[in-house]
């Protein structure tokens, strides 16, 4: 089961996106449906900037850009 996201220092945001997605696959939840779940994997300021950008988001791709590009740390870019 993958854990909620609350954006805490130790949590990996990259990694946690690929559990969610592998998740998803294996419940087959498609990217729409996850779209529309996604609030339940989330909590403290992720939630909070998910429900103040919702509008935002028209797609999984597009929610996922923007979710690491808010919640990826500097450095666990330059790892990759």
């Known amino acids: 089961q993958t854990p909620k996201f609350s954006g805490k220092p130790d949590q990996d945001a990259d990694e946690w996106m690929k559990d969610l997605t592998a998740t998803f696959r294996m419940a ?3 990217e729409p449906q ?6 339940i994997f989330l909590e403290g300021h992720p939630k909070q900037w998910f429900n103040d950008n919702i509008t935002m ?6 929610f996922k850009a ?4 808010t919640f990826s740390s500097p ?3 330059q790892l990759a």
């Open 57 to 62: 988001f028209e797609s999984w791709s597009g």
């Open 66 to 69: 923007q979710f690491l590009h």
């Open 28 to 30: 087959d939840i498609t």
């Open 75 to 77: 450095s666990s870019k």
């Open 34 to 39: 996850g779209l529309k779940i996604i609030f």
